[in-house]
């Protein structure tokens, strides 16, 4: 099972918080495969930490559907379907529509701004092929929106697809700029719906902003 041997160990997180990060962070970019074995002694090395918080880890990313374990058998990265594509980005695309537009009635100016520099952030990763970094600011992106839509469902239900989705933006995040550009300027739409007050375009924007890529990612995989 390779593994990077040069992990830099964040600071102020305990042993299992930092498993956890990094193992989603391997998963998410095709370090540790679809159906890979895990081995806690190996991963532990890695990681500068002993097995139990690897053990601890795996517990975690089994709830959050990553990985599957078998009790004094094996453990292994859990393999993602291409179906499983349509199924994700169009639950993720209804929930996101109605935040936005939602959103769209009670933004402030203030909140429109950090949206735009959020996108520019967004869009900068995507110049330079960062694209973890870029999915990482497209969340916040879209968390910003969802948190001020105030609705804890919708919260909840996004943070869930939102793990397994990563999966999928990652390869589509690293495609090169102009196909990802898209992207940028539907963020960008979105944020000129708001400062119309317009919900109904948010909300057809939004989806768009998930239809899209899904699309494209199902011809791509």
Do not use: C
């Not at 930092?18 to 193992?23: D, E, M, Y």
């Not at 078998?70 to 695309?93: L, Q």
């Not at 948190?147 to 943070?159: C, T």
């Amino acid at each position: 099972m390779p593994v990077p041997k040069n992990y830099v160990s964040p600071i102020r997180m305990s042993a299992k918080e930092r498993a956890l990060s990094q193992l989603q962070r391997w998963i998410i970019d095709g370090t540790l495969q679809p159906g890979e074995k895990l081995i806690d002694a190996e991963l532990a090395e890695s990681l500068g930490v002993s097995r139990t918080p690897i053990r601890e880890a795996f517990q975690l990313l089994e709830v959050q559907g990553l990985v599957s374990m078998h009790p004094g058998k094996e453990t292994k990265v859990t393999v993602i379907e291409k179906e499983d594509i349509f199924k994700m980005y169009s639950t993720m695309a209804a929930l996101q529509a109605l935040a936005a537009e939602v959103a769209a009635a009670v933004i402030v100016p203030e909140e429109i701004e950090q949206l735009r520099a959020i996108n520019s952030e967004f869009a900068n990763a995507i110049r330079n092929g960062q694209a973890f970094q870029a999915m990482e600011v497209d969340e916040q992106f879209h968390n910003f929106i969802v948190e001020l839509s105030d609705n804890p469902y919708v919260a909840n239900f996004s943070a869930s697809l939102q793990i397994h989705i990563r999966r999928f933006k990652y390869v589509f995040l690293k495609q090169p700029v102009d196909a990802t550009q898209a992207s940028v300027d539907e963020h960008a739409a979105i944020i000129a719906a708001f400062e119309q007050k317009d919900g109904k375009r948010a909300y057809e924007l939004m989806k768009l902003n998930f239809i899209r890529p899904m699309q494209e990612l199902h011809e791509l995989l």
